[in-house]
C-alpha cells in the first residue's frame, strides 16, 4: 500500500491548489458532496457559494478578468451545467481560463439513467477548448494539469472535466505531479519586424483597432507608444469590454459602433487597419453593406491564429505576443522613420486633438451637463453623476446596454484591469461578475451598472456579495422593460405595440429584494437626491450598497 495515499476529492482540491487556485466558486448537490465534504481539510481553499450555476460561472469569470489568474468553479450535474452555459458563452468570448466541473454519477449508474444524468462531456463541449471525464483516479492529475495548461495557453479559453462520484471517493496512492506553463510571450523575427515596419510606414493614413490582447498581454503601454510614434487615430474593437486602450491618449478616438454603414464611413478614410488583438469588426444585427471598405489592407498581430483572416484577407498575420511585439517593432519603427516619421507623427497628432477621446468627452460632458434631468431621471445625466461622483480608482462593471451608451465616452480606462463590460450579449452576466471582481480586489472599490432586465436574470448574486460583506455598489438603472428590444421592434419593423417586454403588473421592486437578501438599498426618483445617494454608497465598507434608479424609459 502506498503511502502518500489520498482521495479523490482531497486530490482534486490540492490540484487546484497546486495550479494556484485560491477560491473555488460553486453551487453544491448530491454528487458534489465528496467535493464538500473534503473542504474542511483545505481551509485555504475559499468556497465561495452562488444560488444559480450561471452566477456561480459568472463569478467565477469576473474573478479571472480582473486578475488574468486561472480560476475553477463546481457546479450540479445536467441540469446544473445547463444552467451555467449561458454563463459559459461569455467565458468563451473573453477566453477566460477557467476550469468548470461538474459531479456525475458514479461509473456504471449512469447506464440506468438515475435522475440528474445525462453524458456531460458533449453537453460542455460546443464552448470549452477541451472537455473530459476522469475515469481513473489515477488519471486525475494528468487531466488536471493538462486542462490547466490547456486553459492558461493563448488563446485562453475554458475547459471541462467531469467528476464521477465514485472517482471522488475512491482513495489510492497517486503523485500529485507539477504544473506546466507555456511561455507564448514571443516577439516576431527580425526580417518580419523589417517588414511590418516598411508596409506601416508606406501608408499614408493607416488606423489601429485595439483589442483584449492589449489586456492580457499587459500592453497598454506599448500599444500608446506604438500608436504615439506613429501618430495614426485608434479606435477600440466594435464589442469594448475591456480596458483596450488608455482612453485619456491624444490618439484614442473612442470605439467603433456595431453599426455597418457607420463603421465603414469612418475606416474608408484609411489606407492600412493594424489590428492589435482584436476582433475584426464584429457586429450584432445584418445589414446590407459590408462594415469594412472593399481593398482596405490589414495587418494583425496576436495569438489568436483563429481571428487571423477569419472574415477578411489579411496582408500580413504575425502570430506573435501583443506586448512583446511592440516592444520590438515600435523603435524599428522609431529608426526607420528617423526625423521625418517624428514630424509627421506630431501633424496627425495636432489633427486629431479636436476630435479625440478627450475632446469628444469634454463636449459630451458640457451636452448633458446643459439638458440635466427630471423626473423620471434621465440615463445619460445619471451616467455622468456617476462618473464624476466615482473614486479614481474604481473599478467598473457594466451591464446597462442602452442606459450606459455613454459610460465609456465618459469614463476612461486608466488600467487594464478597471473596466469590464459584457463581451458575448447574452445578459444576466454582471450582476455576478462583479462579485468576483471586487473578491479578487478587495481593497479597490467596485461598481456595478446594470439594466434592470439584465439584473433579473441573476439577481441573487446579491446574497452571495452580502454573505461576504462585499463593500461593492450596485446601480439598477430602472427602466421598467426591455428598452432595447422596443427600440429594435420600432427600429426594424415600425411596431410600437411592445409586448412581453414591460415590467408591469406588478413592477419590480429592487429596493425591496435587495434588502431582503441583506444588501442595504435605497430608491431615487428625484435627481436631486442622486450625488448624495452616490457618495454615501462609495463611502460605506461594512458591505454591499444597491441604489435603484427610476429612470426615464422612452425610446
Same mark, same amino acid.
Given at each position: ?48 457559494m452562488g444560488m444559480h450555476e450561471a452566477i456561480v460561472v459568472a463569478m467565477a469569470d469576473g474573478y479571472s478578468r480582473a486578475t488574468g489568474e486561472l480560476v475553477a468553479c ?88 467531469? &467528476? ?10 497517486? %503523485? ?31 488606423v489601429v483597432i485595439c483589442g483584449n490582447e492589449i489586456v492580457t498581454s499587459n500592453a497598454l503601454i506599448e500599444a500608446a507608444d506604438f500608436a504615439i510614434t506613429l501618430g ?25 459602433? =456595431? ?57 500580413? #498575420? ?10 520590438a517593432l515600435t523603435p524599428v519603427l522609431k529608426e526607420t522613420g528617423g526625423t521625418a516619421l517624428g514630424m509627421l507623427a506630431k501633424e496627425r497628432l495636432k489633427a486629431l ?7 469628444? =468627452?469634454?463636449?459630451?460632458?458640457? =451636452?448633458?451637463?446643459? %439638458? ?32 450606459? =451608451? ?33 473578491? #479578487? ?20 448574486? &446579491? ?91 422612452? &425610446?
Open positions: 500500500m502506498a503511502a502518500n495515499q489520498i482521495s479523490g476529492r482531497s486530490a482534486f482540491l490540492t490540484l487546484l491548489k497546486a495550479q494556484g487556485v485560491s477560491h473555488l466558486f460553486g453551487n453544491p448537490g448530491t454528487t458534489e458532496l465528496p467535493i464538500m465534504h473534503a473542504l474542511k481539510d483545505h481551509p485555504d481553499l475559499t468556497y465561495v463546481n457546479v450540479h450535474v445536467a441540469p446544473g451545467l445547463g444552467n451555467a452555459m449561458g454563463s459559459l458563452y461569455n467565458c468563451k468570448f473573453t477566453g477566460t481560463p477557467l476550469i468548470i466541473t461538474a459531479g456525475q454519477q458514479e461509473l456504471g449508474h449512469g447506464l440506468t439513467e438515475p435522475l440528474l444524468y445525462d453524458p456531460l462531456v458533449p453537453m460542455a463541449q460546443p464552448l470549452v477548448k477541451w472537455a473530459t471525464e476522469i475515469t481513473r483516479l489515477e488519471d486525475m492529475p494528468r487531466i488536471i494539469h493538462r486542462a490547466a495548461k490547456i486553459a492558461l495557453t493563448p488563446p485562453t479559453g475554458p475547459v471541462f472535466l467531469s &467528476l464521477p462520484g465514485d472517482i471522488l471517493n475512491h482513495k489510492t496512492g497517486i %503523485e500529485i505531479g507539477s504544473i506546466t506553463r507555456i511561455d507564448t510571450r514571443n516577439r516576431p523575427s527580425r526580417e518580419a519586424l523589417a517588414s511590418v515596419a516598411e508596409r506601416i510606414l508606406r501608408a499614408e493614413n493607416p495614426v487615430p485608434v479606435y477600440q474593437q466594435t464589442v469594448p469590454y475591456g480596458s483596450h486602450f488608455l482612453s485619456e491618449k491624444p490618439c484614442f478616438m473612442g470605439a467603433l459602433s =456595431r453599426n455597418q454603414r457607420q463603421v465603414r464611413s469612418i475606416l474608408e478614410a484609411f489606407d492600412l487597419m493594424i489590428v492589435l488583438g482584436a476582433d475584426v469588426l464584429r457586429m450584432s444585427v445584418w445589414d446590407d453593406v459590408d462594415p469594412m471598405p472593399a481593398d482596405l489592407p490589414i495587418i494583425q498581430i496576436g495569438l489568436n491564429d483563429w481571428e487571423m483572416g477569419k472574415n477578411y484577407p489579411t496582408e500580413i #498575420a504575425i502570430g506573435s505576443d501583443i506586448c512583446e511585439t511592440l516592444r486633438s479636436n476630435k479625440n477621446w478627450s475632446t469628444k =468627452r469634454t463636449k459630451l460632458t458640457h =451636452r448633458i451637463s446643459n %439638458e440635466g434631468s427630471g423626473i423620471p431621471i434621465n440615463p445619460d445625466w445619471l451616467m455622468l453623476q456617476i462618473t464624476e461622483a466615482l473614486p479614481s480608482n474604481t473599478i467598473i462593471v457594466n451591464e446597462g446596454l442602452t442606459a450606459a =451608451r455613454f459610460l465609456n465616452d465618459l469614463w476612461p480606462y486608466r488600467e487594464r484591469h478597471d473596466y469590464h463590460g459584457l463581451a458575448s450579449g447574452g445578459i444576466g452576466w454582471g450582476m455576478g461578475a462583479a462579485v468576483g471582481v471586487q473578491l #479578487a480586489h478587495p481593497r479597490r472599490p467596485v461598481c456595478a451598472i446594470i439594466g434592470d432586465g439584465s439584473s433579473m436574470y441573476s439577481i441573487q448574486a &446579491l446574497w452571495t456579495a452580502a454573505n461576504h460583506k462585499l463593500p461593492m455598489t450596485y446601480i439598477i438603472v430602472n427602466n421598467g422593460g426591455y428598452r432595447i428590444i422596443k427600440q429594435r421592434l420600432v427600429a426594424f419593423h415600425q411596431n410600437d405595440n411592445f409586448i412581453g417586454m414591460d415590467f408591469k403588473n406588478p413592477e419590480v421592486d429592487f429596493t425591496a429584494l435587495a434588502m431582503s437578501m441583506g444588501v442595504e438599498a435605497r430608491r431615487i426618483e428625484d435627481p436631486s437626491d442622486l450625488r448624495e445617494a452616490l457618495e454615501s454608497a462609495f463611502a460605506n465598507k461594512k458591505g454591499p450598497n444597491l441604489i435603484e434608479v427610476m429612470c426615464d424609459s422612452s &425610446l
